[in-house]
Each structure stands twice: as structure tokens, then as C-alpha cells.
Nanobody, 115 residues
């Protein structure tokens, strides 16, 4: 069984920063591709960023430059550093991981950007 647990969400003022973490446990490789997605109210879930073994990554073009994804393979943890946050970044942020053809999701963490 694979579990993904996100943490680090919260309420931040516009222009602020947050760092999200997602820790994987169970039968999952430490090198599995992992990513962050987000879903705002009334909108479809969208890709934020994905990171592969060795650190190669892809980003939603609209977020590149403000968001940075990274990973610690030894801890089976992926991070999302979010800077210069805007109200439109408000969403539930979900972590996912791909392992042996299956996609696993975390429960999500709420990020709210508001003054």
C-alpha cells in the first residue's frame, strides 16, 4: 500500500511564500516520478510541476519562475516551494506519484492566498 501525505498548506498574504511537502510511504520506489497538482473551486485539476529521477522537472508554464519542485529520494519526499503567491494560486494542492503503472494521490492540502 502506498500513502502520500501532504503538509505545509495554509493562509498566506499575497506576495508571500509557502513550502509544501509530500512524504511517500509504503511499497513505492524512492525514484518514482512525483508531482504536484492543484484544484481551485469550480475548476479542473491542473498540473503544477512534475519531478523525475535525477531531478529533471516539468512545470505548468504559467507558474514557471515562481514555483520550484524538488525531491529528497532518501526520504521519499517531494517539495514545492511557492514564491510571490497570488490570490489566484488559492487551491487544494495534491501530490501524486507514479509506480508500476499506478497513480497514487495524497489527500490534498489547502493553500489560501488572501489579505
Amino acid at each position: 500500500q502506498v500513502q502520500l501525505v501532504e503538509s505545509g498548506g495554509g493562509l498566506v498574504q499575497p506576495g508571500g511564500s509557502l513550502r509544501l511537502s509530500c512524504a511517500a510511504s509504503g511499497s513505492i520506489s524512492s525514484t518514482s516520478p512525483m508531482g504536484w497538482y492543484r484544484q481551485a473551486p469550480g475548476k479542473q485539476r491542473e498540473l503544477v510541476a512534475i519531478i523525475f529521477t535525477g531531478g529533471a522537472s516539468n512545470y505548468n508554464d504559467s507558474l514557471k519562475g515562481r514555483f520550484t519542485i524538488s525531491r529528497d529520494n532518501a526520504k521519499k519526499t517531494v517539495y514545492l516551494q511557492m514564491n510571490s503567491l497570488k490570490p489566484e494560486d488559492t487551491a487544494v494542492y495534491y501530490c501524486n506519484a507514479v509506480y508500476r503503472g499506478y497513480i497514487y494521490w495524497g489527500q490534498g492540502t489547502q493553500v489560501t492566498i488572501s489579505s
